[in-house]
Structures are given as structure tokens and as C-alpha cells.
């Protein structure tokens, strides 16, 4: 174990699919764990999710399942299934450790598996709490953030496009994986942890006061569009139709964001015919429509370049609009050394993001995402014994796939 791969020297073994509890195991992958992925034979429902390349194949699951070995395993066959709990209760200090999403399986229960290791550890990602199945996008209609979410006068719903509940999801069950491990470490017992993606998200909604403030106020927030709720910030059009997102957080942002925008009297004017104090963030925000509306001349009559330039001599909290295609060509994953290329066989040459965290300046990375299977063999002889002709005979039976 090394500085730069704090969680070496653990295995787990991860039946999944989607998102959640991929990037669970990418995740604890980041950090140096061996991770072992189980998919039925052919893959799972999302060995072909989009986006994918021009021959169909995955970009978007080869990005999620990066640095795994892969087995693949005939589970609805007994055989099969008490080969996956052969494979979670290998021995080893470090192994022992199942991610899931397939909940509902008896022979995946932690009851069953830890009959076979005590200090088995279960991480199991449910959906609601109860079981019942759910996933980010309907958890987060259920939740109250669509209701309040896209322009201020809409009067529909509106999705956000980043399944953030899944993302939180997959990143609060690695902490909960290597939580356990140390407390097995400590105590040498085992756990069963459930992890259900709609507490994720309503302990998400609770933290941040969107709950509380139902509770205490008695009556929720509006959706406030692009602006932001309780201080100042909203997005600007620059004369060539650029966009900029633009927020005060402090009394010196707003300070140096009106001085900026040349509206210094115009605002001194306004808090005084409102009695308002502009240091006072919930000043800010109770008028920022009209607030806006002084500021959105300047912006109108400067091209991009020109409000890029005046704003970075500022301490305004400022970012353009851009595309997802206008950041890639920018060369910022060039520069940013979390990135670094990968040689990902079946999708191509790109510049892959390793852990964000740096460990003593460095950013761990992982290898490329194996195809459905490709360590049946080797995971096999590694964790359980098997011989050549033992895996031969399971690949001739299906109950395996792979090599």
C-alpha cells in the first residue's frame, strides 16, 4: 500500500449495474482496491447503454467499470450462484466485501453469505427504503426538486440532466464500504449495510434546508430560475450572445461587480428608495430583479472577451456557458493532471479523469474497463484454486462465460 493507493490490499466484489453501484466500485478502484464486477453471461442491462461509439460499443460503461476485473456468471443457476458466493467469501484479510444493487436474493443476503465468512461485509443499494424499486430520475420526482427546478416562470417540472442522486449515491457507499472495513480492521466483525437511493436523496434535501425550512416555516422555497437562491448570482447575455453565470456571495463581490458594471450611483440610489442594504445578502436577493436590471446593460454592450477580461481583474464569482464540446476542445483536460490518457480496447484513445482527490500530489488512476467475462478465468484460479480443466468445465457448462 502506498500513499497513492490508500485502499490496497481490499477486494470486492461488485454485482451491478447502472450507476450508483458502479461508481462505488470505481471509486474504491480509484483508491486501490481490487475490484472484481460479476455480470450474467452476455452482460447486464447496461453493458450497451448509450452514449456509445459508432460500432455500438459503450462509452458510457467502460467509463463507470474502468480498472475491474470481469466475471461473468450464469446466476440463475445454482451452480453459478454458489460460485458468486464462493468468489465474496474467498479468504483474505482484505476480502469478503459485496456491492450490490441485485437486491432481493436470498443467496446474496448477508445472512447467507456470512453462514460462509463472519466478517463478511454487505453493502446492498436499494431503491426506496422499503425495497420497493426506484431509480435517481424517480426518486428526484418524488423529492420536490423538479417542482423548483428551470426558468422562473415555467409552470410545469422540469429533470435535471445529472443523476445526481445516483452520483451521491455511488460516492456515500464507498465511504460506507471503506468505513466498514476499517471498523473490521478494529473489531473484526463483519456488516450489513443498506443503502437506500431515496434516503440519499432526502438526506441530501434535509441537510441543505429544503426539508427544515417546510418544517420550521411551514411553507417551502420557489423556484428562482438561474438565480440563486438567498444571495445574489444570475446569468448575463454579452453583446456577440455569449452567456456568463455571474454570483455575489460577499459584500465584496457585489462591491466589485457593481464598481464593474459602472452602476455605483444608480445602486447607491436604489438602497437608499428601498431602504435596503446591499451588504446584506438577503437584500441582494429580495431585489435582484431590479438589481439585474441594471447590470444587464453593461453586459449587453461588451462581447465576451471584453467581460471575460473586466471580470478577472475582479473577485466576482464568474464562468461563461459552455458546451461540453467547447471544454474539450478548450485543451483543460490537457492541462489538468487528473487526466491522463487511456488505450480503453473497443472504445478508443482518450483522456481519462482518475480519483479527483490528489494524494501527495498525485491522482490515482485506474486501467481500462475489461469486456463482459474477460477474467473469468484468472479471478477463478486466483481467489478459489480452480484449475485449467476446473474453469474449462464451467465455461463447457455455461455455467460461466468469459475466457
Not at 459485496?98 to 446492498?124: F, K, M, Q, Y
Not at 478577472?312 to 464540446?325: G, I, Q
Request: hydrophobic residues 40%.
Amino acid at each position: 500500500m502506498t500513499a497513492h493507493t490508500p485502499l490496497a490490499g481490499l477486494r470486492i466484489v461488485e454485482v451491478s449495474s447502472f450507476i450508483a453501484s458502479p461508481l462505488c466500485g470505481l471509486t474504491l478502484s480509484q483508491l486501490g482496491a481490487e475490484v472484481i464486477r460479476i455480470d450474467p453471461i452476455g452482460g447486464a442491462a447496461d453493458y450497451n447503454r448509450w452514449p456509445i461509439t459508432g460500432d455500438g460499443e459503450s462509452i458510457y460503461w467502460t467509463g463507470l467499470n474502468r480498472g475491474k476485473r470481469s466475471v461473468s456468471v450464469d446466476m440463475r443457476n445454482p451452480e453459478g450462484q454458489r460460485l458468486v458466493q464462493q468468489l465474496v467469501a474467498a479468504p483474505g484479510a482484505g476480502g469478503g466485501i459485496l456491492v450490490t444493487n441485485a437486491g432481493g436474493r436470498d443467496w446474496l443476503a448477508h445472512d447467507t453469505l456470512s453462514a460462509l465468512r463472519s466478517d463478511v461485509i454487505t453493502l446492498e443499494i436499494l431503491g426506496g427504503r422499503d425495497g420497493s424499486p426506484g431509480v435517481d430520475y424517480t426518486v428526484n420526482a418524488g423529492l420536490g426538486f423538479p417542482s423548483i427546478t428551470g426558468p422562473a416562470d415555467h409552470a410545469g417540472v422540469v429533470n435535471h440532466v445529472l443523476p445526481a442522486w445516483d452520483v451521491a449515491c455511488g460516492l456515500y457507499a464507498a465511504l460506507a464500504v471503506a468505513s466498514a472495513a476499517r471498523h473490521r480492521d478494529v473489531t473484526g466483525e463483519g456488516t450489513r449495510i443498506s443503502l437506500p437511493l431515496e434516503d440519499v436523496a432526502l438526506a441530501t434535501a434535509g441537510t441543505l434546508g429544503y426539508l427544515t425550512e417546510v418544517q420550521i416555516n411551514g411553507s417551502g422555497r420557489q423556484g428562482t430560475g438561474n438565480s440563486v437562491y438567498g444571495t445574489y448570482g444570475t446569468d448575463f447575455t454579452t453583446s456577440d450572445g455569449a452567456r456568463f453565470m455571474i454570483v455575489a456571495l460577499t459584500p465584496r463581490h457585489f462591491r466589485d461587480l457593481v464598481a464593474v458594471t459602472g452602476t455605483t450611483a444608480a445602486v447607491e440610489a436604489l438602497a437608499t428608495a428601498l431602504d435596503a442594504d446591499f451588504a446584506r445578502e438577503a437584500d441582494r436577493f429580495t431585489h435582484r430583479d431590479v438589481l439585474t436590471a441594471l447590470f444587464t446593460r453593461w453586459f449587453r454592450e461588451h462581447t465576451a472577451a471584453e467581460v471575460a477580461e473586466a471580470l478577472s481583474k475582479t473577485s466576482v464569482l464568474a464562468e461563461r456557458y459552455r458546451t461540453f464540446e467547447e471544454l474539450v476542445k478548450s485543451g483543460e483536460l490537457e492541462n489538468n493532471p487528473m487526466f491522463t490518457p487511456l488505450d480503453q480496447p473497443r472504445i478508443g484513445t482518450y483522456l481519462a479523469s482518475g480519483h479527483p482527490a490528489s494524494f501527495d500530489g498525485h491522482h490515482a488512476t485506474v486501467a481500462p474497463a475489461s469486456a463482459v467475462g474477460d477474467d473469468t478465468g484468472s479471478v477463478l484460479r486466483d481467489l478459489l484454486g480452480s484449475s485449467d480443466s476446473d474453469v474449462a468445465k464451467l465455461l463447457d457448462s455455461g455455467i460461466v462465460g468469459g475466457k
